[in-house]
Structure formats: C-alpha cells, structure tokens
C-alpha cells in the first residue's frame, strides 16, 4: 500500500509550499512467509523428526521455538 503525504517547507524568508512523501507499506516477515511441518508418527520413547516443508526462503536469523503449554504432558518436544 502506498500513499503520499503533504509535506509543508517554510523556508527562511516565509515563503511556503507543500511536497507529497511517498510512502510504501510492505509486509512484514510473518505476513510474507508460511513456514508449515509436514505429519510425523511414532511410537513411545522413540524419537521422529519433523521437517519444516513450508517455505523454504525463511529469513536467516528466523527464531523457532514451541510455546508454553504446546505440548502434551507428558510428551517432550523439541525445535533443532
């Protein structure tokens, strides 16, 4: 989304006049990435990896982490 917006200069000797800025919005990482995990199975006390099979451009620096309260009791879970 673009818009311009006035700009008023008033200068020294009190002469004005006004200058659009052009501003462009562009989406923010989360808005412009969808990471995904495809479905893992396994059985008890046996580990599974999950793959991250959404897109495969996610920014360098990205942070993956599972939030409090995500997994199951008894369960554990862990992002390599």
């Known amino acids: ?4 917006i006035p700009v008023k200069v008033t200068y020294p000797d009190g002469s004005s006049e006004e200058t659009p800025a052009k501003v462009t919005v562009v989406p923010n990482d989360a808005q412009d990435n969808t990471p ?3 479905e893992g199975r396994t059985k ?3 580990p599974v990896t999950v793959p991250q099979t959404g897109d495969t451009t ?3 620096g990205s942070q993956y982490e ?3 309260g995500g997994v199951p009791e008894g369960w554990t879970a862990e992002v390599d």
């Open 44 to 46: 008890p006390n046996v």
């Open 66 to 68: 599972i939030p409090t």
């Open 58 to 60: 996610i920014p360098p």
């Open 1 to 4: 989304t673009s818009v311009d």
């Open 36 to 38: 995904g995990y495809e």
